[in-house]
C-alpha cells in the first residue's frame, strides 16, 4: 500500500514552453502533498506543502508564479513549470502523507525534467 | 532552525560487514521525529527507519537500525550484513513541526555507501 505514482518520468521541452507534472497518491487519500526539487548530487529542496482545495504554501525564494501548484483532489496535484529556462531542469519529486501531520511521507519516482 | 548534518559524503564497506553512516541534528523542539531514506540510481526515495524523539527504544527493520544518542542530538545508521544492493545515497531527514499541523521534512546533504564483493 501507500503508492505514489508520477508522471511524465521524464520530459525534455524547450526554453520557454510550460510543464506539467502530476502526482497520484494511488491507493489512500493525502491531504498534504509536498512538491520537492534536487539537483544532481544534492539534497532535496521543499519546494512547497499544498492541501487539498486551498492554496499551497511555498517556501522562502521558490517563485509561486513560475511553480504553479494545484491540490485539486485527494489523489492528485499538479505542479506546473511555467515558462521553464535551462536553469529549472532538475528531479522534482513529489511526496504525500496520509493524516496531513507528515508522519510519513510515501515519496514519488520523481521527475527529470531537461530544458533545452 | 532545524538542521541535519550528514559529514560522511562517501563511505565504502565490504559486502557482509556492517556500517554506520553518521547523521547529527539541531532543533530546539522538544518534539520531532528522524527519518532515514535510501536513494538508489533510480531516484525513488525509500524510506528505512523511523525514530521519534520520545521513543526509549532505538528503532530497528530488519537490517537497518538506528543508533540514537539524544544528548548528542545524533541518530547514525546501521546496516548489518552489507549487500551489493545496499549501494546508493543515503539521507537523514527530521520532521520539523510548524505548528499547524503540516510538518515538513528538512534533509541532510546524504552519504554515498558503496559495497564491494
Known amino acids: 500500500g501507500a503508492v505514489v505514482s508520477q508522471h511524465p518520468s521524464w520530459v525534455i521541452c524547450k526554453s520557454g514552453t510550460s510543464v506539467k507534472i502530476e502526482c497520484r497518491s494511488l491507493?489512500?487519500?493525502?491531504?498534504?502533498m509536498f512538491w520537492y526539487r534536487q539537483f544532481p548530487k544534492q539534497s532535496l529542496m521543499l519546494m512547497a506543502t499544498s492541501n487539498e482545495g486551498s492554496k499551497a504554501t511555498y517556501e522562502q525564494g521558490v517563485e509561486k508564479d513560475k511553480f504553479l501548484i494545484n491540490h485539486a483532489s485527494l489523489t492528485l496535484s499538479t505542479l506546473t513549470v511555467t515558462s521553464a529556462h535551462p536553469e529549472d531542469s532538475s528531479f522534482y519529486i513529489c511526496?504525500?502523507?496520509?493524516?496531513?501531520?507528515?508522519?510519513?511521507?510515501?515519496f514519488g519516482p520523481g521527475t527529470r525534467l531537461t530544458v533545452t | 532552525a532545524q538542521k541535519i548534518t550528514q559529514t560522511q559524503p562517501g563511505m565504502f564497506v565490504q559486502e557482509k560487514e556492517a556500517v554506520t553512516l553518521d547523521c547529527t541534528y539541531d532543533t530546539s523542539d522538544p518534539s520531532y521525529g528522524l527519518f532515514w531514506y535510501k536513494q538508489p540510481s533510480s531516484g525513488e526515495m525509500i524510506f528505512l527507519i523511523y525514530q521519534g524523539s520520545y521513543d526509549q527504544q532505538n528503532a530497528t527493520e530488519g537490517r537497518y537500525s538506528l543508533n540514537f544518542q539524544k544528548a548528542r542530538k545524533s541518530a547514525n545508521l546501521v546496516i548489518s550484513a552489507s549487500q551489493l544492493g545496499d549501494s546508493a545515497m543515503y539521507f537523514c531527514?527530521?520532521?520539523?513541526?510548524?505548528?499547524?499541523?503540516?510538518?515538513?521534512?528538512?534533509f541532510g546533504t546524504g552519504t554515498r555507501l558503496l559495497v564491494s564483493p
Open positions: 491507493d489512500f487519500q493525502a491531504t498534504t
Open positions: 511526496s504525500a502523507s496520509v493524516s496531513g501531520e507528515g508522519y510519513e511521507q510515501y
Open positions: 531527514a527530521m520532521r520539523e513541526s510548524r505548528g499547524t499541523g503540516f510538518q515538513k521534512l528538512v
